[in-house]
């Protein structure tokens, strides 16, 4: 397989991290790093793969992670412009976008414009920024390949697939989260501890709450809408508890076809590193005996509302799906800060929801301007209660 040289942006994070081994066990180059303000981590980065450049958003971790790898010949950027020079840096083929958050949208942007091949792991630049980024892929001519575990399941499962696309729909598959099978009533006095505990999946904090509202599964049938190109209407959502099939595609004659194996993200990073090729991976192997049984039920809508808020919003289109993203990226920040409950998140997205832009067309910075919009909406319901 050809050596390739990749730049991570969100290098300190869990999927950053895990996307580094993959390099690593690929004997794949590292081109650019960049974080938030993770000094340590990252410092302990540039010292073992020397890259060319490293940034931080913030300016005071710069400014000290600066002087502490002056003796390395890594340049060392601050702010998110920095970002976006590590997303478009020379030597890097492809950018891995493990940021959180919709922040993540401008590194994507920056590394479509360079040309570089995605491995995309940050889903809400899809949902904040879907047809920005979709349209800038086409005319650069750049692949876009998923690394949510769902989304690179329906990408192999679409592999191969007839010219015509025969697709009848998308199975999207949810573990359910920490809360499956609860009721309102049950979710009113749930703490933090109770939603970061995930059944299956160790992951950051941000995206093991949206697991827990099941706002997550609202974020991935949007950016299902916009990988794939398919309607929502298309896109069905299935409970399934032990994550092992990761998504599945039903085609026309009723086959369907499923991916399946161990809940491990390197699996799904290191298939859109190395795609098309499949080389041995660091990862367990999947044993279906000593499974057992697989399960699958219908999602409680009534109780987790996120999934509907998120299928309303594309099927609106323009600004809304960006508009929901960032009400939920606020109340899910709230909640973690202990200022609001859980049941509140879904809450406040949908009340704020009333409040968003009705336009069709859009572009990054009307983006921004809804993200202030609807986390202003956000804190200020909050503070009505
Ligand atoms: P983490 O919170 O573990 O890591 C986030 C990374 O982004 C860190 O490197 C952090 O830097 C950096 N970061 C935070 N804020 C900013 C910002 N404003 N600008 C630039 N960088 C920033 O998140 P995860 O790894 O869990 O998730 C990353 C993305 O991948 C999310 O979009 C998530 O939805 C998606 N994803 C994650 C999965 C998982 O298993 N974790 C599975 C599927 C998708 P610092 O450490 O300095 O704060
Ligand atoms: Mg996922």
Known sequence: MKTENISILGSTGSIGTQSIETAKKCGFGVAALAAYSN????????????????????????????????DTDTKVLSGIEGVCECAAEEEADTV?????????????????????????????????????????????????????????AIFQCLQGKPANRALKKIILTASGGPFFGKTREQLKGV??????????????????????????????????????????????????????????????????IAQLGLPDMKIPIQYALTYPERIPSLTGELDLTEIGKLTFYKPDYDTFVCMDICREAIKKGGLFPAFANSANEQANLMFRQGKIGFLQIGELIEKAMLGAPKVSDYTADDIDEADSLARSLVIKYSEKR
């Open 96 to 152: 891995v976008n493990a940021v959180v958050g919709m922040a993540g949208l401008r590194p994507t942007l920056a590394a479509v414009e360079a040309g570089k091949k995605i491995a995309l792991a940050n889903k809400e630049t899809l949902v904040a920024g879907g047809m920005l980024v979709t349209k800038k892929a086409k005319e650069k001519n750049v692949s876009i390949l998923p690394v949510d575990s769902e989304h690179s």
């Open 39 to 70: 000094t340590d981590m990252i410092e302990r980065q540039i010292r073992e793969l020397h890259p060319k450049k490293a940034a931080l958003v913030d300016e005071r971790a710069a400014a000290d992670l600066k002087i502490r790898v002056a």
């Open 191 to 256: 703490t933090l501890a109770d939603a970061l505990n995930h059944p299956n999946w160790t992951m950051g904090q941000k995206i093991t709450v949206d697991s827990a509202t099941m706002m997550n599964k609202g974020l991935e049938l949007i950016e299902a809408v916009w990988l794939f190109e398919v309607d929502p209407s298309k896109i069905e959502i299935v409970v399934h508890r032990e994550s092992i099939i990761h998504s599945m595609v039903e085609y026309d004659d009723n086959a369907v």
